[in-house]
T-cell receptor, first 117, second 117 residues
Framework: AQKITQTQPGMFVQEKEAVTLDCTYD???????LFWYKQPSSGEMIFLIY??????QNATEGRYSLNFQKARKSANLVISASQLGDSAMYFC??????????????FGQGTRLTINP | ETGVTQTPRHLVMGMTNKKSLKCEQH?????MYWYKQSAKKPLELMFV???????ENNSVPSRFSPECPNSSHLFLHLHTLQPEDSALYLC????????????????FGPGTRLTVL
């Protein structure tokens, strides 16, 4: 069963508008972490933001915020005041419990975000 | 050099060739990872090394052979590959052993785009 679901293959947004990228997850582990990464056309995966399952508040990092709804098992990424440089693939990932000292991340299919001038 | 570096950035090889991908992390991390990213598929975890010991091998064909000589370097040796092995190969590293939080965030290199003819 797919553990991370990103239902939006592509999104088109006007520059300076806010955009929400959806992510739902499935796990029975009470301890987990949720990550968002950005992948420009160059290929590098860039870490954006993290939300832990026990965190009481939604995570924020500059223009990025995470709308964490634990009961719904959703962790949507919100980008405020979008910029042309935000055009990229965005991946949601989940870390379940660690194994043998290293972590295991499961990634979603990704959403391709295009910012129009 | 900073972060995670990968060489070469692009590689074209025939099915009978032998080549190696190199990854180096300059972050002082103790875990390293190889991922495969094919078109229209989520990132697939291939190998995980923690403290230079392989802790995960996700049923990867034997034509892929990893090597981790120390905590800063990771190699992926390739031989007799198939055209379906063409993909972006991403290396990542993390500092593991954290009990929660995102201190164990995985940081990625720019990837090697591999084409098998």
């Amino acid at each position: 069963a797919q553990k991370i679901t990103q239902t939006q293959p592509g999104m088109f947004v006007q520059e300076k508008e806010a955009v929400t990228l959806d992510c739902t997850y499935d796990t029975s582990d009470p301890s987990y972490g949720l990550f968002w990464y950005k992948q420009p056309s160059s290929g590098e995966m860039i870490f954006l933001i993290y939300q832990g399952s026990y965190d009481q508040q939604n995570a924020t990092e500059g223009r990025y915020s995470l709308n964490f709804q634990k009961a719904r098992k959703s962790a949507n990424l919100v980008i405020s005041a979008s910029q042309l440089g935000d055009s990229a693939m965005y991946f949601c990932a989940m870390r379940e419990s660690q194994f043998q000292g290293a972590q295991k991340l499961v990634f979603g299919q990704g959403t391709r975000l295009t910012i129009n001038p | 050099e900073t972060g995670v570096t990968q060489t070469p950035r692009h590689l074209v090889m025939g099915m009978t060739n032998k080549k190696s991908l190199k990854c180096e992390q300059h972050l002082g991390h103790n875990a390293m990872y190889w991922y495969k990213q094919s078109a229209k598929k989520p990132l697939e975890l291939m190998f995980v090394y923690s403290l230079e010991e392989r802790v995960e091998n996700n049923s990867v064909p034997s034509r892929f052979s990893p090597e981790c000589p120390n905590s800063s370097h990771l190699f992926l040796h390739l031989h007799t590959l198939q055209p379906e092995d063409s993909a972006l190969y991403l290396c990542a590293s993390s500092q593991d052993g954290f009990a929660g939080g995102h201190g164990d965030t995985q940081y990625f290199g720019p990837g090697t785009r591999l084409t098998v003819l």
